[in-house]
């Protein structure tokens, strides 16, 4: 077998681990169970496989628990637990993946999501589903909330007035718009451009993931408090979350205020240019020049 066929054996198995929900697995084996008080400790960690998951010693907390199977849990052996949010090794610890696979796994991504029937009420009312966009390895990541009606329409995210205003955001922070890559925590409009509901953010969180996981973003911003309290498990308010130095899982992360906030509060921009700058210099950047 050619080294070509075996990347191509090996990224299937990969794949059909990942189809049956797996997010990501350690260098030496399964998916991981890992004790409450030992997320500071890895070593701690204990490895299994996801199916002995219904046979975990009750003091042991699933850390992982949307890729997998929900069914597991259903014989009520194990309560599912609510969302953890930096769990899963630091993403540049992760096998490299040829460009072209990751591209390939992108667009198997992008189809997985198209033909997701997990929330009723998101697929009645989408006119179809929203996934990212931008280049693999940028410099930046936004994860917004979720597609509104003009992002509904177009399939593609930040397109409407929000959008425009995290274009010039992103401008002014020395970004073009198409290097950056840009999500949202879910991949489908909610209804009246509700927020994400809990469970909704959970059905579309290994999506969000393995966008991640494919990406590899040097750093990320997180408008808003659904993308905050969906990416990384935190439930204060934007206004306590800015300004503190956030990571997931390894990358670092800017929380700032959502550009729909801003257009409803204008009063607030000024906080939220001053976390873009602080986000830039903390990227090692430098600031535009400002024009005039
Ligand atoms: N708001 C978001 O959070 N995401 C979009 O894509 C558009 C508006």
Aim: glycine letters at 8%; aromatic letters at 8%.
């Amino acid at each position: 077998m050619s080294n070509i066929d075996l990347i191509e054996q090996m990224d299937l198995h990969l794949r059909a681990w990942q189809d049956s929900g797996v997010e990501w697995l350690p260098r030496a084996g399964g998916a991981m169970i890992i004790p409450e008080n030992a997320r500071a400790q890895p070593a701690a960690a204990v490895p299994l496989f996801a199916k002995a998951m219904v046979q975990a010693p009750p003091q042991l907390t699933v850390v992982s628990p949307y890729p997998f199977d929900p069914s597991l849990f259903a014989a009520g052996q194990i309560p599912l637990p609510a969302v953890r949010g930096d769990v899963g090794p630091p993403l540049l610890e992760l096998p490299v993946l040829e460009d072209y696979q990751r591209e390939r796994a992108m667009k198997d991504l992008a189809y997985k999501v198209s033909q997701c029937k997990k929330c009723p009420d998101l697929v009645r009312g989408r006119t179809q589903t929203v996934f990212g966009i931008g280049p693999l390895s940028p410099k930046l990541c936004i994860v917004g909330e979720a597609p509104g009606f003009n992002e509904d329409k177009q399939g593609e995210p930040f397109v409407g007035p929000a959008g425009e205003l995290l274009t010039r955001m992103l401008l002014a922070s020395g970004f073009k718009r198409d290097e950056v890559y840009i999500c949202n925590i879910l991949r489908c409009r909610p209804p009246e451009n509700r927020p994400p509901l809990p469970e909704e953010a959970a059905n579309c969180r290994s999506f969000l993931v393995q966008t991640l996981e494919l990406v590899r973003p040097s750093h990320i911003c997180l408008m808003g408090a659904s993308a905050t309290k969906y990416l990384l498990g935190r439930d204060e308010f934007i206004g306590q979350l800015r300004g503190q130095e956030l990571w997931w899982r390894g990358i670092p992360v800017t929380a700032t205020y959502h550009p729909s906030y801003l257009l409803r509060s204008p009063a607030k921009k000024h906080e939220a240019w001053a976390d873009l700058q602080a986000m830039v210099i903390r990227m090692g950047q430098l600031l535009p020049e400002k024009n005039g």
